[in-house]
């Protein structure tokens, strides 16, 4: 819990931020994200398109994320607190990766500018 409270504090700084710079274009799609990719995760569990691997993956992401049970101690400075989101993130880039676009664009409720930009992350190797 205190990795998800920590992980929402610098979500919520980074918005802020993001206004105060005037940004607010940038500051309303980070405020999406969050939601997207749950609608995204969602629907790519029960899409027959997905392959059976990633939804293997995206299921351990989410028993990962919401098991009070941590590998990495919250007491380690930056990972400790972050673990879930950096469990999550890799999910993410394995199902990019393995996970045909149109399948991906059909179950992303956001701006499709930043869907293109998660997939140019995810394909960074």
Same mark, same amino acid.
């Given at each position: 819990m205190i990795g998800v409270a920590c992980a929402l504090a610098l979500w919520l700084?980074? !918005?802020?931020?993001?206004?105060? $710079?005037?940004?607010?274009?940038?500051?309303? /799609? $980070?405020?999406?994200?969050?939601?997207?990719?749950?609608?995204?995760?969602?629907? $790519?569990?029960?899409?027959?398109?997905?392959?059976?691997?990633?939804?293997?993956?995206?299921?351990?992401? $989410? &028993?990962?994320? !919401?098991?009070? !049970?941590?590998? !990495?101690? /919250?007491?380690?400075?930056? &990972?400790?607190p972050l673990d879930d989101a950096i469990v999550a993130a890799l999910v993410l880039r394995h199902v990019l990766r393995r996970t045909d676009r149109a399948v991906l664009t059909d179950h992303w409720r956001g701006d499709p500018a930043t869907l293109d930009a998660i997939i140019r992350f995810g394909a960074t190797r």
């Amino acid at each position: 819990m205190i990795g998800v409270a920590c992980a929402l504090a610098l979500w919520l700084v980074a !918005i802020v931020v993001l206004v105060a $710079l005037g940004k607010r274009s940038r500051s309303r /799609e $980070l405020v999406s994200v969050i939601p997207n990719l749950v609608v995204l995760f969602r629907g $790519l569990l029960v899409d027959p398109r997905v392959p059976r691997s990633s939804k293997g993956w995206l299921w351990f992401a $989410l &028993a990962w994320c !919401i098991s009070p !049970i941590d590998l !990495i101690p /919250e007491f380690v400075p930056v &990972a400790g607190p972050l673990d879930d989101a950096i469990v999550a993130a890799l999910v993410l880039r394995h199902v990019l990766r393995r996970t045909d676009r149109a399948v991906l664009t059909d179950h992303w409720r956001g701006d499709p500018a930043t869907l293109d930009a998660i997939i140019r992350f995810g394909a960074t190797r």
